[in-house]
């Protein structure tokens, strides 16, 4: 069994971002005026980028787990330039990763480890764990030298 370590993490959260507009993750209704920190100039112009994101964050906490809402924000967070100065670290808005990371927690696939953050329950392993085995099993389909890694 693959495990996300092992696929393309575009491939995956691309994946994983489709299977989670069927489940009952809600959008909330701000999701399309926000833009996502002080570092974006515009909105993103995707109009699903909200379940992208949700995907993104289930596979950071698989990979980086326990991990607070704070460290996420400074992992999606960037550097804006300043005037002449050298450029500032900005922050990710913090309620579009809460509002994700609960709406996650609801579903049953991170749990919250106290004083620690949030990590990845066994339901959210499962579901990214065969989420890479059918991408793995895909790429092999298409080139066979990839059969090594299975």
């Known amino acids: 069994m693959a495990k996300a370590y092992d696929v393309p993490a575009d491939l995956l959260i691309g994946k994983l ?49 326990p991990i607070g809402i704070n460290d996420l924000r400074s992992m999606y967070g960037s550097t804006k330039p300043v005037g002449y100065g050298g450029a500032h670290h900005k922050d990710a808005g913090g309620a579009i990763i809460r509002t994700a990371v609960h709406s996650l927690e609801k579903l049953g696939y991170l749990d919250k480890v106290e004083g620690k953050g ?33």
């Not at 959008?27 to 399309?32: E, G, H, K």
């Not at 920190?37 to 787990?65: E, F, M």
Request: aromatic fraction near 8%; include cysteine; proline fraction near 6%.
């Open 118 to 150: 949030r990590t990845i329950s066994h339901e959210g392993m499962k579901k990214l764990d065969r989420l890479s085995t059918e991408i793995l099993n895909e790429l092999i389909s298409k080139n066979p030298n990839l059969k090594k890694y299975s």
């Open 17 to 65: 971002s489709d299977t989670l507009k069927t489940e009952d993750i809600v959008q909330p209704s701000w999701i399309p005026f926000v833009k996502t920190g002080a570092h974006a100039v515009k909105p993103p112009q995707q109009n699903d980028w909200y379940y992208t994101r949700c995907a993104s964050l289930l596979r950071k906490i698989y990979l980086h787990g």
